[in-house]
């Protein structure tokens, strides 16, 4: 071990006791270099130097010294020689100087106290710290999201689609993914991109969903964003059988040059039983059961068929932008092309290709070219005429367009809902073409059309509307599959006990009725009932009630 004080007073200043056994090396090394400086010899002019500055000492009586013990004897010695060595060394320095050492010497014993108390409680980690209080920012109220994962419910599972395609449960996912494992950067969308262009009743044009991605603007229609809401929503391992089902029995009946044969598969016109023409429509409505389940002509499980199933739509749209076939003379023809865009937007929307864009802007701008003064639109043979149905396949088109961000005239939204409002009772009916003569599905028709301008279940109208719905639950013993579409729509914007309601039903009439039997038909609906399903056959009967079945993701709730 070491003589030297001042190495003693640094290996104790980094012990854990280090700052209290420092002062005392400390002082140890300022005695030991002072008898240093007592034992070595000074100059003569040294000297004389401190002869010179040397302070008289003062004389004064003392007492007679008392018996002193030897051991005692020595210390005093010890002491004085300190002293005197102390007096030797610095007797010829300036008071100034003198009195700035002493100085120096307690501002270090002061910091090494306060440093052995900090030392004292927090162990071997010394801590700084600040008397600076921070100004606590103020705190802002943050911002109400709109989330679709409010009041969760729990799902009631029903029988079993036979040999379904999915087996697992509905799970509920902690981010939104594609079927590739692309993360979205929203699952409700991006809330910047809701217009503020005023469409009567209370709202503004909203977003319907819009995601990112592998999917694009809709991108919540697949993967675990889609498990997500299928659980949220009241959806179940055996409606994503049906889907799945459906979906299959579509692509293995679609044509080889990518369009769907209506008149193949049973479509008749009403009057004359003659194969109906509806190639335009039927296609467009198989289209857009695929791009509901998350499939565009660049993403998806199904891509391949929707890319030839554009492809084949693309080929038939006319330099005026419409999709309407040579030889389709008929008033369902402005159906076909109402449809028709719908998907082409949608597949833009989710593929976000340019040429998927031109065509649909195209189509967009067709049907504003044909709005009627009533403000809707009616079949070509009727311009002057407006009517509810046909009006309403226009709106969702301009409404997913601009989700999609393609260009829509403010006047088409405006207009549509000018004649809603022109065909609606107090009652909550809305007519076809008039009011007084109101039915349940086209008041299912506005009510969709009217939330998806903006008005909010809370509405008196809309209340009306859904109540007259839950007088009309589907039952497979009078299918409307027409109905059934755009009533759920309608239902699961309404949200609450109407869409409990209407999703048990619906969910169950559909799943326990698609044909199970192994054939030509397996996956698909019959086409029987009303709403015009024998002019469309198994194809529309088959998409709508797929399309019915995706409602928890395709579109999300606006309001909730």
């Known amino acids: 071990m070491t003589d030297d004080p001042l190495e003693g007073f640094l290996r104790a200043f980094t012990t854990p006791r280090g700052p209290e056994k420092a002062k005392g090396q400390l002082l140890a090394a300022a005695k030991a270099q002072a008898i240093a400086f007592g034992k070595a010899p000074m100059s003569p002019a040294t000297k004389r130097s401190r002869e010179e500055f040397r302070m008289p000492r003062r004389t004064t009586r003392t007492k007679p010294a008392e018996a002193v013990e030897p051991q005692e004897q020595d210390e005093r010695r010890r002491d004085e020689s300190f002293l005197g060595a102390l007096e030797e060394q610095f007797g010829a320095t300036p008071w100034w100087v003198i009195s700035g050492a002493l100085h120096a010497i307690m501002l270090l014993v002061f910091a090494l106290t306060v440093i052995s108390q900090a030392v004292e409680e927090e162990g071997e980690n010394v801590i700084i710290q600040s008397n600076v209080t921070k100004m606590k920012p103020q705190e802002e109220e943050p911002p109400k999201i709109i989330s679709e994962f409010d009041n969760k419910r729990t799902i009631d599972m029903e029988e079993q689609v036979e040999k379904p395609i999915i087996m697992q449960d509905p799970e509920i996912s902690d981010h939104i993914e594609t079927a590739d494992e692309l993360d979205f950067h929203t699952a409700k969308g991006e809330e910047d991109k809701i217009s503020d262009l005023p469409l009567g009743g209370t709202g503004v044009i909203g ?300 969910k169950d009439v559909l799943v326990k009725n698609q044909c199970k039997e192994a054939g030509d038909n397996k996956g698909s609906w019959d086409p029987i009932g009303g709403g015009g399903i024998g002019e469309g056959g198994r194809v529309m009967s088959t998409a709508l009630g797929a399309l019915s079945l995706e409602v928890y993701y395709r579109y999300l709730p606006l309001y909730r």
């Not at 949220?232 to 029995?249: F, H, M, N």
């Open 207 to 506: 977003t319907l969903g819009l995601g990112g991605g592998g999917a694009g603007k809709f991108g919540q229609r697949g993967g675990g964003g889609r498990k997500n809401l299928v659980a949220r929503w009241g959806g179940s391992a055996a409606s994503e059988s049906a889907v799945a089902a459906a979906l299959k029995w579509l692509a293995d009946h679609q044509e080889a040059d990518g369009h769907w044969d209506c008149a193949k598969y049973g479509g008749r016109m009403p009057r004359t039983g003659e194969p109906a023409p509806h190639d335009i429509g039927v296609s467009g409505l198989a289209l857009l059961a695929f791009l509901g389940a998350g499939n565009s002509e660049t993403s998806g499980t199904w891509k391949s068929t929707v890319g030839r199933g554009i492809g084949w739509m693309s080929s038939h749209q006319q330099a005026n932008g419409a999709f309407i076939l040579p030889n389709d003379k008929s008033d369902g023809s402005l159906y076909g092309h109402a449809i028709a865009t719908l998907a082409m937007v949608e597949n833009y929307g989710m593929s976000e290709r340019s040429s998927a864009r031109s065509s649909a802007q195209k189509a967009i701008d067709f049907l504003m070219s044909i709005q009627t003064p009533p403000g809707g639109w009616r079949y070509q043979s009727c311009p002057q005429e407006s009517d509810s149905s046909v009006t309403g396949w226009v709106v969702m088109a301009l409404k997913s367009a601009k989700t999609a961000e393609i260009a829509v005239d403010a006047k088409g939204f405006q207009g549509a809902s000018r004649w809603y409002d022109t065909v609606s009772s107090a009652d909550g009916y809305i007519g076809y073409q008039r009011p007084g003569f109101g039915s349940s599905a086209m008041t299912a028709v506005g009510m969709t059309s009217r939330v998806f301008m903006g008005w909010k279940p809370t509405e008196q109208s809309m209340a009306g509307g859904a109540n007259i719905l839950l007088q009309n639950l589907p039952t497979w013993g009078s299918p409307d599959f027409y109905l059934w579409y755009y009533a759920t729509l309608a239902m699961f914007q309404m949200g609450g006990k109407y869409w409990d309601t209407w999703n048990a039903e619906m």
